[in-house]
């Protein structure tokens, strides 16, 4: 029989801002302690590799945006990182070499357009599937694209199924639905929510959907982001930006792994994969304890483009399927009775 026990761990913990290679080294280390411990799935926070440059406002006013926040801008581009990618690689290879699943929160470039993205990365090192978020809360929107519906995305693995909803994508109903509808069984919230609010959301998801609950929360001081970093809370180095908070519920709302706001730590906990069938028994609001025949929910999973190119027809084929080698007899594609 295969173990019913998942040892999962949630990392608490800062990038280095604006330093991908740093922070990349960071992440390597963190997996690797995790793994040393016996975790087999470890959730990095949202947006760990690229950053959360939370307290900057990007120099936006109504209509009007300045040098500096152009520069700014410019600093978080570059730390994004593309899909594949050498970030990637690295992360790839922690993945393989310990044998871990993993979910990273990551900046990811794609042309112009920068996504607040988690990737859920295989033992085998590969790429089980990604989630862009489909909502970015605030000025977010000034500096994130918006996800669509083709990644929303529960990816199968040997210690079960597991997908990512990130941050404030929580408060969203209908996308939980979704997430629950695909079987999740490790629902993985990485985040910068630090409030005290947040545990009761993670606690509810993880009632409603029968499923262990993975957060993992920034731990983020000013001291962790450049000299020239123009967060509106100050230039104390001691200044905590983000304070963490991370936890893990199980799928009938206990808190396995409570929040702590004292600074960077891994937490871990041993998840009993049989709570899921035991918690499903008397509720499944995918299944059993819906009302299809009242309610519904249609999702889009369809990838959407503001560019489709449509290929033209091959060289000497007329777009109305006519071959004009043929003489006028011959009419591609139809039958002349």
């Known amino acids: 029989m295969v173990n019913p026990i998942v040892r999962a761990a949630v990392v608490q913990a800062a990038p280095v801002m ?13 997996a690797e302690h995790a793994a040393v411990q016996g975790a087999e799935i470890v959730v990095f926070p949202e947006a760990f590799v690229g950053g959360y440059p939370k307290g900057l406002n990007f120099g936006a006013h109504l209509g009007m945006r300045s040098p500096e926040g152009r520069e700014d801008f410019r600093r978080y581009y570059e730390s994004a990182i593309t899909i594949p990618g050498p970030e990637f690689q690295e992360i790839s290879e922690v993945a393989r070499r310990d044998r871990l699943h993993l979910v990273v929160g990551v900046i990811e470039r794609e042309g112009g357009t920068l996504y607040c993205t988690a990737l859920m990365v295989g033992p085998d090192g590969r790429l089980l599937g990604k989630h862009r978020k489909l909502m970015p809360t605030a000025l977010e929107r000034l500096v994130w694209g918006f996800g669509d519906g083709s990644t929303i995305t529960v990816v199968d693995s040997a210690i079960g199924r597991f997908g990512s909803v990130i941050c404030w994508e929580n408060y969203m109903p209908l996308l939980r639905m979704a997430m629950y509808a695909k079987g999740i069984e490790f629902y993985c919230a990485p985040t910068v929510d630090d409030r005290e609010t947040w545990l009761p959301t993670m606690r509810t998801i993880a ?15 000013r001291a962790d982001c450049p000299a020239d970093y123009a967060a509106v809370q100050g230039d104390d180095p001691s200044t905590v930006l983000i304070r963490g908070g991370s936890c893990i519920i199980d799928p009938l709302g206990n808190v396995l792994v409570p929040p702590c706001f004292d600074g960077e730590m891994t937490h871990l906990a041993d998840l009993d994969r049989r709570l899921i069938a035991r918690g499903k028994y008397d509720l499944d609001v995918a299944g059993h304890y819906a009302r299809p025949d009242v309610f519904s929910l249609t999702v889009d999973a369809r990838p959407k483009s503001p560019v489709t190119f449509m290929a033209p027809p091959p060289l000497g084929i007329d777009p109305l399927g006519v071959d004009p080698t043929a003489g006028e007899q011959t009419i591609i594609g139809m039958r002349r009775d």
Do not use: H, M, N, W
Not at 19 to 25: E, F, G
Not at 207 to 221: K, M
């Open 207 to 221: 009632l409603e959907g029968r499923c262990f609950v993975l957060s993992s929360c920034q731990y983020l001081t």
């Open 18 to 30: 604006f330093d991908t290679p740093a922070t990349i080294a960071k992440l390597v280390e963190l």
